[in-house]
Every structure is written in C-alpha cells, then in structure tokens.
C-alpha cells in the first residue's frame, strides 16, 4: 500500500487527478474534471497506471 498521494492523467480528458495515500489495487477513482471512473491497476516510485473503469452490466451480481 502506498503511503503518499500520487496523480494519474485521465484517460478521457488528460487532465490530472490526485489519489489518496490510502489507495488499493483495484480500487475506483473518478475524475474530477469530466467524472470518468478509472480503476487503479499499480502504482511504482515512478508513476501510477490507471486503467477505464468497466462498466456495471445489467447481470452483475445475478
């Protein structure tokens, strides 16, 4: 788990975001300028990789 805040650009609209120090593989993020939801995939002393988010399907959970 990381201990400091990191940044990742959206993959949407470019613009940066913060993710909080507490973060978790897998874990949801979203956007604050256009709102799209981004899944933490890892995070390195270099970067952060961020992935789209998948959608929810109608059968999710059935």
Do not use: N, Y
């Amino acid at each position: 788990m990381s201990t400091q805040t990191a940044s990742a650009d959206c993959l949407v609209c470019d613009a940066p975001f913060t993710i909080d120090a507490d973060w978790e593989k897998g874990e949801i993020v979203e956007c604050a300028s256009c709102g799209q939801e981004h899944e933490i995939a890892e995070q390195t002393p270099e970067r952060t990789r961020v992935e789209l988010a998948p959608e929810v399907e109608e059968d999710w959970g059935e």
